[in-house]
């Protein structure tokens, strides 16, 4: 394939094809990537005629800088149907070479990119990346495979949990340098998105120190049981007040399955990151749609582009609504399981009221023991700490969930203003 395109191809070269940020890319292909349409922006900057690029491959452009392993992650997504982000360097026919970030999504038939020149430090750090990757590739001699799963464990040790998020950040920061390089104002929404990520990381913290602390008093109930058998006859009030907690701690853990979502596979912080991440990406992705239809019709306007490029505006139409409102059912989808969530923490709490106060029958029989009651010093201790920690830890993550709420209700596409409250309490979503 490559010796196909080499001959139309002159030497790379170390200069840039510039362009301008108001400019944007589109092209469609089909299943297999062969350009079908694109615009005149892609045509003019990629040096082609359309001759020579409707029917040919997209890698028509491909640049040998690229990491194999970015476009092994790209084909493996997209195939699956997600819509994909990646910054890609070109090459054009003349050998120049230009950067964009292209947002990559499954169509009937094919594909669609829409493509807008990066700005942003998140761009900085992917060309550093990409320049290491490439090293890597041709000095281990890594198949594409093994390129993608490199590069996904460096976006996990960065703190991504998948390429996805990776690429949800890298869009929205790009969106956001845009917005600054154009002297547009901030897009609100995006950015109370962006800010939902740390308060989640916090959130999950906390629910990790939850189930770390119900996890250290499972013993208590039989520690104490062991204490009451050297204390007094069988039966006695330790040994009751034991079982008594047994039975209140299983209640309680049963509780934390509600902290828990997917058959209690994922944290339900963990779950939620996920999906703020997706929504971060849809909201995203169609802003960029959108920008590319309003110039796509101001070009058609001035004749601008090839016969038949308004079938490719009703691409780009149906699919920039298509994310919004998959962005908003993400979100209305987040709302309604933080909600649960405070309920759930609440339940948890008036719980622990009750173990609190067969902690304090302990204390009051511990009392009347005298010193005999030295071996149950160390378990009521524990359980005073435990109480003390979890209070604070549930009071933490009440606050936090209603933080969540607000900034979920504050990126809300318009068009699902008023959907709220209306869907958390019929679970149903309508357009
Ligand atoms: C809609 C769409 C747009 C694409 N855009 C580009 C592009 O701009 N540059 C590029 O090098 N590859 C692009 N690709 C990926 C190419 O198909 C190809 O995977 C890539 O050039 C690497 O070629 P290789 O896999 O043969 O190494 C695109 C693919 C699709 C489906």
Same mark, same amino acid.
């Given at each position: 394939?490559?010796?196909?395109?080499?001959?139309?191809?002159?030497?790379?070269?170390? =200069?840039?094809? *510039? #362009?301008?940020?108001?400019?944007?890319?589109?092209?469609?292909?089909? *299943?297999?990537? @062969?350009?079908?349409?694109?615009?005149?922006?892609?045509?003019?900057?990629?040096?082609?005629?359309? =001759?020579?690029?409707?029917?040919?491959? %997209?890698?028509?452009?491909? %640049?040998?800088?690229?990491?194999?392993?970015?476009?092994?992650?790209?084909?493996?997504?997209?195939?699956?149907?997600?819509?994909?982000?990646?910054?890609?360097?070109?090459?054009?026919? =003349?050998?120049?070479?230009?950067?964009?970030?292209?947002?990559?999504?499954?169509?009937?038939?094919?594909?669609?990119?829409?493509?807008?020149?990066?700005?942003? *430090?998140?761009? /900085?750090?992917?060309?550093?990346?990409? +320049?290491?990757?490439?090293?890597?590739?041709?000095?281990?001699?890594?198949?594409? /495979?093994?390129?993608?799963?490199?590069?996904?464990?460096?976006?996990?040790?960065?703190?991504?949990?998948? !390429?996805?998020? !990776?690429?949800?950040?890298?869009?929205?920061?790009?969106?956001?340098?845009?917005?600054?390089?154009? &002297?547009?104002?901030?897009?609100?929404?995006?950015?109370?998105?962006?800010?939902?990520?740390?308060?989640? @990381?916090?959130?999950?913290?906390?629910?990790?120190?939850?189930?770390?602390?119900?996890?250290?008093?499972?013993?208590?109930? &039989?520690?104490?049981?062991?204490?009451?058998?050297?204390?007094?006859?069988?039966?006695?009030?330790?040994?009751?007040?034991?079982?008594?907690?047994?039975?209140?701690?299983?209640?309680?853990?049963?509780?934390?399955?509600?902290?828990? $979502?997917?058959?209690?596979?994922?944290?339900?912080?963990? &779950?939620?990151?996920?999906?703020?991440?997706?929504?971060?990406?849809?909201? *995203?992705?169609?802003?960029?749609?959108?920008?590319? +239809?309003?110039?796509?019709?101001?070009?058609?306007?001035?004749?601008?582009?090839?016969?038949?490029?308004?079938?490719?505006?009703?691409?780009?139409?149906?699919?920039?609504?298509?994310?919004?409102?998959?962005?908003?059912?993400?979100?209305? &989808? $987040? #709302?309604?399981?933080?909600?649960?969530?405070?309920?759930?923490?609440?339940?948890?709490?008036?719980?622990?009221?009750?173990?609190?106060?067969?902690? $304090?029958?302990?204390?009051?029989?511990?009392?009347?023991?005298?010193?005999?009651?030295?071996?149950?010093?160390? @378990?009521?201790?524990?359980?005073?700490?435990? %109480?003390?920690?979890?209070?604070?830890?549930?009071?933490?993550?009440?606050?936090?969930?209603?933080?969540?709420?607000?900034?979920? /209700?504050?990126?809300?596409?318009?068009? #699902?203003?008023?959907?709220? %409250?209306?869907?958390?309490?019929?679970?149903?979503?309508?357009?």
């Amino acid at each position: 394939m490559t010796l196909q395109y080499s001959d139309a191809h002159m030497a790379e070269k170390a =200069d840039e094809a *510039a #362009f301008d940020i108001e400019e944007l890319f589109f092209s469609r292909t089909d *299943a297999r990537g @062969v350009i079908a349409a694109g615009n005149e922006v892609f045509r003019r900057i990629s040096g082609y005629s359309w =001759d020579e690029l409707v029917g040919a491959p %997209h890698k028509i452009i491909r %640049h040998s800088d690229m990491p194999k392993g970015v476009f092994y992650i790209l084909w493996e997504r997209i195939k699956q149907g997600m819509a994909t982000g990646a910054y890609v360097k070109n090459r054009a026919k =003349d050998g120049r070479y230009y950067w964009v970030y292209a947002v990559v999504s499954p169509i009937e038939g094919g594909f669609v990119s829409v493509r807008m020149k990066p700005t942003s *430090a998140t761009f /900085e750090g992917a060309k550093a990346a990409y +320049k290491a990757f490439l090293k890597l590739e041709q000095s281990e001699g890594l198949s594409p /495979e093994e390129s993608a799963a490199a590069i996904r464990a460096r976006l996990k040790d960065l703190g991504f949990p998948n !390429y996805g998020a !990776y690429s949800s950040y890298a869009i929205a920061q790009e969106m956001s340098a845009r917005d600054a390089a154009l &002297s547009r104002m901030e897009d609100g929404r995006l950015r109370s998105l962006k800010e939902l990520l740390p308060t989640l @990381v916090e959130l999950d913290k906390e629910q990790q120190a939850l189930f770390a602390a119900f996890a250290k008093i499972r013993g208590i109930p &039989s520690n104490m049981r062991i204490v009451a058998s050297r204390l007094e006859p069988a039966g006695g009030p330790i040994s009751a007040i034991s079982q008594n907690y047994r039975l209140m701690s299983d209640e309680v853990t049963n509780h934390l399955g509600g902290f828990r $979502v997917e058959n209690g596979t994922r944290s339900l912080s963990e &779950s939620v990151m996920l999906r703020i991440y997706r929504g971060l990406f849809m909201m *995203a992705a169609s802003r960029l749609q959108r920008e590319v +239809k309003e110039v796509s019709m101001a070009a058609l306007g001035k004749h601008a582009e090839q016969d038949g490029f308004q079938t490719e505006v009703e691409i780009l139409t149906t699919m920039l609504d298509d994310y919004m409102i998959e962005s908003g059912s993400v979100l209305v &989808s $987040v #709302f309604n399981d933080v909600t649960a969530l405070t309920r759930s923490a609440k339940d948890l709490r008036q719980l622990v009221t009750g173990l609190d106060s067969i902690r $304090v029958l302990c204390r009051v029989e511990a009392g009347r023991l005298g010193a005999q009651s030295a071996s149950l010093m160390p @378990v009521i201790n524990q359980l005073d700490t435990f %109480h003390v920690e979890i209070d604070a830890t549930l009071e933490r993550i009440m606050s936090l969930a209603e933080r969540i709420k607000g900034l979920v /209700e504050a990126a809300m596409p318009r068009t #699902f203003n008023g959907s709220l %409250h209306y869907h958390s309490a019929t679970g149903a979503l309508s357009r």
